[in-house]
């Protein structure tokens, strides 16, 4: 009786065929962490903006949303701090950059700002979120130059 094994150039074509398929497993893993990191970034950004919109309604005063060092920071025109969120790559705006433009958004009594957007960057993948002259907010995908 003799019995059956597998041969050495068999088992190192199945190795090298997991391989393979194990290296595109892992770039579409980590293209998903970054588009959620993105998300989820883009998520907490609206909410900021939407919480300096709300105070100025409900307060009757002047909200702005501003940047300082790797936060952003949502201030009365009092001087009192309704919300301070960090983006220095850690929880919760996982991302490598935020660019406001105009570095400052207002938003006044009736809840109007000034038009903006806010910038996010991860990697290979950019947001902006656009904020109109009544303080709606629209996202759009933004292309990166190479």
Known sequence: MRTRAFTLPEILIVLTVIGTLASFGIA??????????????TRVVRQQLSLARRAAVS?????????????????TSAGTIL????????DPLPVDS???????????????????????FRGDRSVRIVCNFLGRLRIEPVRRLR
Do not use: C, D, K, M
């Open 83 to 90: 919300g301070a969120t960090s983006f220095a790559g850690v």
């Open 28 to 41: 579409g893993f980590a293209s998903l962490r970054e588009a959620a990191a993105v998300r989820s970034a």
């Open 98 to 120: 935020v660019v406001l433009r105009p570095a400052t958004f207002r938003f006044n009594p009736r809840g109007q700002a000034a038009p903006g957007s806010v910038y996010l």
């Open 59 to 75: 307060r009757r005063e002047t909200v702005r949303l501003y940047q300082a060092g790797n936060r952003l920071i949502v201030e």
